[in-house]
């Protein structure tokens, strides 16, 4: 199947700061997604995006389908970005999403 | 819309019993995803249907776990007998054909 990574598995930064989030995937897909994870286990879609950018307020992402990856950019964070941000794949685009293992991102004030 | 209804949030049961996990999801959605999130192997796909049909339950476990779904708008996962491994955060998600997924609250489940 599909493989996905994702990188770096942790980061702490301190608030204000900018950060990257990086998916790599080994197939090509007809859905990708973005997911926070928040606190409360609570998984929330961020972006539906197979190729492309996209934004919305501080965040945005980018997926350069042809060469396998998606990069999610956080900017001016704050302690309420604190979660787990997961990539989700899906080559066939109407079948399960298969997860990376995500980012455990901390935000300290 | 209310999105997608998990019950219960959390289940606390003891070995060997028999656990059902409910889902409701977004209405006119035509697909829906069980999936099982735990420590060692994260976020993995159970089986997932298309208009009220099993397409993939090659994730489910084994024969303890059942899932159905008489209805577009109700679907049940059972566990029985339940095993202590089973402990997981179970989550239900929907969509409508190849678009966003969008995920339930999850029920949190203890075997004791």
């Known amino acids: 199947g599909i493989q996905v990574e994702q990188s770096p598995p942790d980061l702490i930064l301190q608030e204000g700061a900018n950060s990257t989030l990086r998916c790599n995937f080994s197939d090509s897909v007809n859905n990708l997604q973005w997911f926070h994870q928040n606190p409360w286990g609570q998984l929330i879609n961020l972006f539906y995006i197979p190729s492309g950018t996209k934004q919305n307020g501080r965040l945005s992402a980018t997926t350069v389908a042809t060469e396998r990856y998606s990069l999610l950019y956080i900017s001016s964070s704050q302690t309420t970005d604190s979660g787990v941000y997961f990539c989700a794949v899906d080559p066939g685009g109407a079948d399960g999403l298969t997860f990376g293992k995500g980012t455990h991102l901390i935000i300290q004030p | ?112």
Request: neutral net charge; aromatic residues 10%; glycine residues 8%.
């Open chain 2, 1 to 112: 819309d209310a999105g997608v209804i998990q019950s219960p949030r959390h289940e606390v049961t003891e070995m060997g019993q028999e656990v059902t996990l409910r889902c409701k999801p977004i209405s006119g959605h035509d697909y829906l995803f069980w999936y099982r999130q735990t420590m060692m192997r994260g976020l993995e796909l159970l089986i997932y249907f298309n208009n009220n049909v099993p397409i993939d339950d090659s994730g489910m476990p084994e024969d303890r776990f059942s899932a159905k779904m008489p209805n577009a708008s109700f679907s049940t996962l059972k566990i029985q007998p339940s095993e202590p491994r089973d402990s997981a955060v179970y989550f239900c998600a929907s969509s409508l054909a190849t678009g966003v997924r969008t995920f339930g609250s999850g029920t949190r489940l203890t075997v004791v």
